[in-house]
């Protein structure tokens, strides 16, 4: 897989990803009260590693953050902190490794964070609802992965 680097809108159970009070969730159903999908910027953390990426919204100004390593916690979108390094260096706790599915074309993968190697997702089990539902590292859904749809600027 070529390394993510750019825009993308994001989707874990086929549903967007957005934030909702400082928290990653994904958009199922279409409530009023809903959020607008957000584009997320993925880029490289070379120094941490093959596949190894930090995910921030598209200016920069908040990522997704393992907050909790080791426990099963909702991510937090907050700003990062970046040690200037080149190229930059960043906390494990908002680095994340991202695996493909297959071989080919960026798409689909999995995501796990790399401070504790949680998996990133939505639970197994999840009330039915058409609400937002929060997205976890260290999620008990073993067949949880993330798709990746390049944004055109």
Known sequence: MDQL????Q???GGAPLSVIDDKLVALVGGGPDNPNPVIWK?????????NAV???TEDEASGWVNAKPGEQKQIEIRPLVTFETFPPTFPTDEVFLAKPLYD???GAFTLRSAADDGLVGRNKIEDTL?????VYANTDDRD???VA???ET
């Open 54 to 56: 930090v995910i921030s």
């Open 5 to 8: 680097n750019g825009l993308y």
């Open 130 to 134: 058409a609400r937002p539902k929060a």
């Open 149 to 151: 749809v390049a944004v």
């Open 144 to 146: 949880a992965f993330v």
């Open 10 to 12: 994001l989707f874990i």
């Open 104 to 106: 080919g074309p960026k």
């Open 42 to 50: 993925i880029q490289p953390a070379e120094l941490a590693g093959r």
